[in-house]
């Protein structure tokens, strides 16, 4: 393969993740609606006797898919797909026990999750961050 070809399969990829990556959230969409149906509580507030509609699906143990889809290891994007798809690795959260400091720390440091254009839901994020010029 030319160097100019193997550029243009490059782009190539890139583009064809991206539209897989919209596909992908239209699809997460619908099994996150039905799976809110079939779990309409906040399984946070359930633990201590509350009756709060929830809103998210959560992933108790967070399967970071765009980590592992940027680090490009086929056998890390696997486990990261199956653990993001697992319902038993799911929970239903109402937004506020979803966004709260105690939940996220739990888990991680960083917010877990990302917009439908893909930027990351983390304020703290690089992206998110404005560039300042220093240093
Ligand atoms: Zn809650």
Not at 3 to 15: E, S, T
Not at 42 to 49: D, E, L, P, S, Y
Not at 70 to 99: V, Y
Request: positive net charge.
């Amino acid at each position: 393969m030319t160097p100019r070809r193997a550029a243009d399969r490059k782009n190539f990829d890139a583009r064809r993740g991206s539209a897989h990556e919209r596909g992908y959230t239209s699809v997460w969409q619908r099994a996150r609606d039905g799976y809110l149906r079939a779990h309409p509580l906040c399984a946070n507030h359930k633990r201590r006797r509350e009756i709060v509609a929830a809103t998210v699906v959560d992933h108790i143990k967070a399967p970071r898919l765009r980590e592992a889809m940027e680090s490009g290891d086929p056998e890390r994007i696997t486990a990261s797909r199956e653990m993001f798809w697992d319902r038993e690795n799911w929970q239903p959260l109402c937004k506020l026990c979803h966004d709260s400091d105690e939940q996220r720390m739990e888990k991680s440091e960083r917010q877990i999750g990302c917009t439908p254009d893909g930027r990351p839901l983390d304020a703290g994020h690089h992206w998110n961050r404005a560039t300042v010029g220093r240093g």
